[in-house]
């Protein structure tokens, strides 16, 4: 499935303009290309059809191998294009974006996956959001799965047990809040950036959202759901899927790493262990690996299948304070 067959192609339509800035609120879209320049023509070409006019896209190419960049400067002249000699990981390029936002006077910054679509109306009905919000928070679209659109990846629901003044919430404006912070796209105010400050580079990949949303709500910030706005999410793309040792190496490290800093001591230490070791038994189990109970998953977890030794290298990386990115030489070797 195309971009032009998930969305109607509004392109054509008069008084919609093309990443211009305006008198309202500014929006810094940033986008993080880092080999996958199809996925991220796709991007651009969904957001060259938004309904909001006063955004302007930037693209940080994270140190990719293919000498891609022209086509974007062909094909969209508009975007703004950063090229980083090396790979500074979602933290540290999504940083890169936000300095230039606080420095340019942007009013909010929103941080988007190359592998993602958005509707028409999906920058337009974030910011309405934040309006109706009034107040400095995350804020998320509903992110619906590209290979399969009628299946949700995020589109929360407001719990029976909740204030009236949550419910209140979701039935005037269908924003629900969330306990949880996803970085697929992911609108934040300049007042929060100001707050909360920049992303944590040593997570350099996975969870630095969530250590983001920790840091937030030590602030009395919250998350929301618009779920008026939507997109598509083409999950791990950039991974190369669900399931990578790459994957399993950053879940690993950086779960220890979130738990160090958000709940420390021995119990957010086990608390962590616990969900890395089921996490880890699912994986086993999903790749195709013949595990019978806890004696097999030992076993795998020891042997030399490349997810078992991302696993084992990410717990050893974190014990000896080795952060950001996975290093090549020990991946290679790690047992």
């Given amino acids: 499935m195309s971009s032009v067959e998930a969305f109607p192609d509004l392109s054509n339509v008069q008084g919609v303009a093309l990443f211009a800035p305006g008198d309202a609120v500014r929006v810094l879209v940033v986008i993080l290309n880092f080999n996958g320049i199809e996925d991220t023509l796709d991007c651009l070409a969904s957001l060259r059809r938004q309904t909001y006019h006063h955004i302007v896209v930037l693209v940080i190419d994270n140190g990719s191998a293919a000498d891609d960049l022209g086509r974007i400067s062909i ?19 999504n940083n890169i974006g936000i300095r230039q936002a606080l420095e340019r006077g942007f009013g909010y910054v ?21 309006t109706v919000l009034g107040r400095p928070c995350l804020l998320h679209p509903a992110i619906a799965f590209f290979d399969d659109p009628a299946r949700w990846q995020v589109r929360p629901q407001t719990p029976a047990t909740a ?33 909360v400050g920049l992303f944590d580079e040593r997570f350099f990949l996975q969870l630095e959202e969530t250590d983001y949303f920790w840091r937030a709500k030590a602030l009395n910030i919250d998350s929301f759901c618009a779920r008026g706005a939507r997109i598509l999410h083409k999950e791990s793309a950039s991974f190369g899927g669900t399931i990578t040792s ?53 076993r795998w977890l020891l042997s030399p299948d490349p997810i078992a030794r991302a696993a ?24």
């Fill in 75 to 93: 094909d969209f002249p508009d975007v703004e294009v950063i090229a980083l000699p090396e790979n500074l990981g979602w933290a540290g390029g």
């Fill in 110 to 130: 929103c941080l988007l996956n190359n592998d993602t679509v958005l509707d028409p109306t999906a920058i337009e009905a974030l910011v309405d959001a934040a």
């Fill in 163 to 195: 204030p009236e003044a949550a419910c209140s919430l979701e039935l005037e404006a269908d924003i629900v809040e969330m306990e949880y912070a996803y970085g697929a796209c992911l609108l934040l105010p300049a007042s929060v950036l100001k707050s």
């Fill in 246 to 298: 790459g994957k399993t190496y950053y879940q690993v490290r950086n779960s220890f790493l979130l738990a160090e800093k958000h709940t420390p001591g021995l119990i957010g230490f086990l608390r962590a262990g616990r969900a890395i070791i089921w996490t880890l038994y699912n994986q086993a189990r999903n790749s195709g690996a013949k595990v019978q109970g806890w004696p097999g998953f030992l």
């Fill in 312 to 335: 084992r290298q990410g717990a050893r990386d974190f014990a000896r304070r080795r952060f950001g990115r996975r290093g090549v030489e020990v991946a290679k070797n790690a047992s």
